[in-house]
């Protein structure tokens, strides 16, 4: 049976829009990556669009000659892997516990976490806090501040409240003891999920930028989204680079190592999109049915 | 058996208890300590007596606040760009997984998804390097296109309503594609039966998304629409901080960044403090009353 005229006249309207909506996404990523690899003079020359004019790889020369853009991307990722451990620790360790309905004051705890969801002190009081704390400039500010996520909280706590008990039940006729059975039991029965909530706090971290400019001073401390900013928006920190690749005395840095930047600081995120991309619509699923 | 169940037992529970240690030494330390520092906001805060040694002095703060011309500015800012992404950016996920939805091949259907998603992962930074590099004046990808078809050049970061126009665009690039996910999982939901019998009646494709799909929707649309205005008088920080530049100040400034100014570049610690406080107490407000009506509308507001 053929189709009819105006249903593939539907077909092909409903294929021309979704390849729009693709171009647009993809075109600016595709144009910064063209000036990143394009020479200065073609610039200039306002002639670079989609394919890189007179290539050339100085920007990036440049940026790995800059020993603090590789240091950054680094410590970001230390940074990022320490806060996703302790975010785990906690937030596994308080889903868990408060999951047994047995447990005597646990409906007070949920509330005191759930109002924290509403209401909070505000970014001065915040920083005050951080402050006397004496975590100011340090990578504590950024590493302990945001360790339990009350939405992720709701989502691992409900999962584990969804376990069958037979399994902990069977575990305890066994001889296993609290510890055993958490370890043993309920973490490798809860992989998928744990996979998908460390995911969230990995890419809210790398991706974090706000608490980095209020907290943190040093530019040795800078994580990867603030130095990047400092490049993009201000045209600084990268010393190498402005003392010898502007030449002329510009104060400004040229568009292609911008735009190389730019790039450098996306590669993680798009190395691992793919395998990010499903977890994230999974989990977003699940806090959304159950938020 | 089922007694012991309801006895309160520490010698069975101390496991649990000690899981509980951190996190609420936590959720005290981060999230209540801060809740008593916003008692700056009515104390005459002297940054070397620390919060709780300095003087009280009532509501001079927001007396002060509120005979600012700036601080209505930045107010009206805030409602302006939420309001407008509300308005304008709101449709578009819609539209988009309606699109999705009736894309015929599989494979292209899935390429279209991931990329669409994509922008969803790229931080704000990221994305405010791209929007000044495809939208610059002069060597712009935009603009070398517009000028290619001997139109005028844009400009688009640095001319306020522009800027604005600009803002909202780029909030739609960056959230419309992921925003289709919990529609297209609503519309996984829908009873393919109801398809079949439209498609016997003879209804047409068009027919069946405006009488069967759009429909079927309308719970989450009316939902995420409630929880979205429930959300106007709070705005992100990085977006507009890092979209924005002085040029633009006189519509880019929202309370986020106007608190930031004040407080941390101006070191007025208790004036931001009390402008923070009124957004989140009319934010907590406003937020209350839309889920209460999300949940009188008989949907599930958020969080229980």
């Not at chain 2, 309001?83 to 539209?95: A, E, I, R, S």
């Not at chain 2, 996984?188 to 003879?202: M, Q, R």
């Not at chain 2, 079927?216 to 929880?227: D, E, G, N, R």
């Amino acid at each position: 049976m053929t189709r009819s005229l105006p249903d593939r006249l539907f077909d092909a309207t409903v294929a021309f829009i979704a390849t729009v909506a693709v171009l647009l996404c993809v075109v600016p990523i595709l144009n910064v990556v063209a000036v990143s690899l394009s020479s200065n003079s073609a610039l200039l020359g306002s002639k670079v669009t989609l394919w890189p004019v007179e290539f050339t790889l100085q920007s990036y020369a440049a940026l790995w000659s800059d020993k603090s853009m590789i240091w950054s991307l680094v410590y970001t990722s230390g940074m990022t892997l320490l806060h996703t451990g302790v975010a785990m620790a906690l937030s596994v360790f308080a889903a868990y516990a408060l999951s047994k309905k047995r447990l005597r004051g646990r409906t007070a705890l949920m509330t005191m976490i759930v109002v924290t969801m509403y209401f909070g002190g505000g970014l001065i009081p915040d920083y005050l806090l951080i402050r006397d704390l004496k975590m100011l400039d340090t990578v504590w500010a950024l590493v302990l501040p945001g360790a339990i996520s009350v939405f992720n909280l709701i989502v691992l706590k409900s999962f584990f409240t969804n376990l069958p008990d037979s399994f902990e039940e069977s575990a305890v006729m066994d001889g296993a003891n609290d510890v055993q059975i958490l370890l043993r039991i309920v973490l490798p029965l809860s992989l998928p999920i744990l996979a998908t909530i460390s995911l969230f706090y990995a890419v809210s971290r790398w991706n974090g930028f706000m608490d980095a400019l209020f907290y943190i001073n040093s530019p040795a401390l800078y994580p990867i989204q603030l130095k990047l900013y400092q490049i993009v928006v201000n045209s600084t920190a990268l010393d190498v680079v402005v003392n010898e690749g502007a030449g002329g005395g510009s104060m400004n840095l040229p568009e292609s190592i911008k735009a190389a930047a730019v790039v450098f600081a996306s590669v993680p995120i798009i190395l691992v999109y793919p395998w990010l991309q499903k977890h994230f619509v999974k989990g977003t699923l699940i806090g959304g049915i159950k938020g | 058996m089922p007694k012991t169940k309801a006895r309160f037992s520490f010698r069975r529970d101390a496991f649990l208890y000690l899981l509980l240690l951190l996190p609420v030494v936590y959720f005290v330390l981060f999230r209540y300590v801060p809740m008593y520092g916003v008692t700056i906001a009515f104390k005459d805060f002297n940054i070397f007596s620390g919060i709780w040694a300095s003087d009280w002095n009532g509501w001079a703060q927001f007396q002060e606040i509120f005979s600012t011309r700036e601080f209505y500015q930045v107010v009206r800012n805030t409602l302006v760009l939420n309001v407008l992404d509300l308005v304008v950016g709101f449709p578009f996920p819609l539209f988009l997984a309606l699109v999705i939805n009736e894309v015929r091949s599989r494979r292209y259907k899935k390429t279209v998804q991931t990329l669409i998603y994509l922008p969803h992962f790229l931080s704000w930074v990221i994305v405010g390097g791209l929007v000044l590099q495809v939208l610059a004046p002069d060597k712009g990808l935009v603009n070398i296109v517009l000028k290619s078809l001997g139109m005028a050049q844009i400009d688009f970061l640095t001319n306020g309503p522009h800027w604005v126009a600009t803002y909202v665009a780029v909030g739609i690039w960056q959230s419309a594609g992921w925003g289709t996910i919990l529609f297209l999982a609503a519309m996984t939901g829908i009873s393919p039966e109801l398809y079949e019998a439209a498609e016997v009646d003879g209804a047409s494709r068009w027919q069946r998304i405006w009488k069967i799909t759009v429909p079927s929707l309308t719970p989450v649309i009316v939902l995420l629409f409630v929880l979205q205005v429930g959300r106007l008088t709070s705005i992100s920080f990085d977006r507009p901080f890092i979209l924005g530049n002085p040029l633009v100040n006189d519509y880019a400034q929202v309370i986020s960044t106007y608190v930031y100014d004040v407080g941390l570049k101006s070191m007025r610690f208790n004036i931001a403090t009390a402008v923070g406080l009124f957004q989140s107490l009319v934010g907590l407000v406003l937020l209350l009353l839309t889920n209460w009506m999300a949940e009188r509308n008989g949907q599930e507001g958020i969080y229980k």
